[in-house]
Antibody, heavy 116, light 104 residues
C-alpha cells in the first residue's frame, strides 16, 4: 500500500514561495497510471485541487492558481514537490499530497500558515 | 468544467437512523470516477466508495454508494457514533462542497 508524507516549512512569510515535498513509499512514482497531486483545504472549508504531475512530466494546474504553481518530480528520490509563489494569508491551508487514479490516496496533510 | 453539488449541506440525525447523502453533477459523468470520502476533524479524508458503488478496503457494509449519470447517493444504513463527520464526493479533479453529518 502506497504511503505519502508531506514535508516542508509550516510557516511562510507573505510574498515568499511556499515549498513542499512529498515522499512516496510502497510504490514507484515512475509507474504509469497515477497522477501525483497536491490538494489543499483552507481552515474549516472544502477541498481544492491545486494540480498534478504525471510520471511523464505532464502537468495540470488549477486555473485559479496556475500563474503561481509549479509541480515537479524527482524520480531518483521517489518524491514530488509543490512550489507556490507570492503567497498571501489566503494561502494558509492544510496541504495534502496524494496519488490519484480512480480515487485519491492521501498523505496525512501539513498545515502551512502564511504570516509575517 | 463539471460542478458537483452535494445536498443537504448539513444533515442532523440520530445514531441508528439511515443517512442519505446526495451528489449531483452538472453534466452526465462516468460512474467509474465517482468517489466518496469521510473526513473527521484534524484528519485526512478517508476513502469510502469508489467507482460510485465499490466499497474501499475495510469499510463497513453499512456504507453503500449508488447512482449513475448525474445523480449519485451515499447511504449509511444505520448510523454509528463514529459516522458523524463531513462527507465529500469527488470526480476526477473536482470535489463537492461537502455534507456535514451531525448528531441530532
Amino acid at each position: 500500500q502506497v504511503q505519502l508524507q508531506e514535508s516542508g516549512p509550516g510557516l511562510v512569510k507573505p510574498s515568499q514561495t511556499l515549498s513542499l515535498t512529498c515522499t512516496v513509499s510502497g510504490g514507484s512514482i515512475s509507474s504509469g497510471g497515477y497522477y501525483w497531486s497536491w490538494i489543499r483545504q483552507h481552515p474549516g472549508k472544502g477541498l481544492e485541487w491545486i494540480g498534478y504531475i504525471y510520471y511523464s512530466g505532464s502537468t495540470y494546474y488549477n486555473p485559479s492558481l496556475k500563474s503561481r504553481v509549479t509541480i515537479s518530480v524527482d524520480t531518483s528520490k521517489n518524491q514530488f514537490s509543490l512550489k507556490l509563489s507570492s503567497v498571501t494569508a489566503a494561502d494558509t491551508a492544510v496541504y495534502y499530497c496524494a496519488r490519484y487514479s480512480n480515487y485519491v490516496e492521501w498523505g496525512q496533510g501539513t498545515l502551512v500558515t502564511v504570516s509575517s | 468544467e463539471i460542478v458537483l453539488t452535494q445536498s443537504p449541506g448539513t444533515l442532523s440525525l440520530s445514531p441508528g437512523e439511515r443517512a442519505t447523502l446526495s451528489c449531483r453533477a452538472s453534466q452526465s459523468v462516468s460512474s467509474s470516477y465517482l468517489a466518496w470520502y469521510q473526513q473527521k476533524p484534524g484528519q485526512a479524508p478517508r476513502l469510502l466508495i469508489y467507482g460510485a458503488s465499490s466499497r474501499a478496503t475495510g469499510i463497513p457494509d453499512r456504507f453503500s454508494g449508488s447512482g449513475s449519470g448525474t445523480d449519485f447517493t451515499l447511504t449509511i444504513s444505520r448510523l454509528e457514533p463514529e459516522d458523524f463527520a463531513v462527507y465529500y464526493c469527488q470526480l476526477r479533479i473536482t470535489f463537492g462542497q461537502g455534507t456535514r453529518l451531525e448528531i441530532k
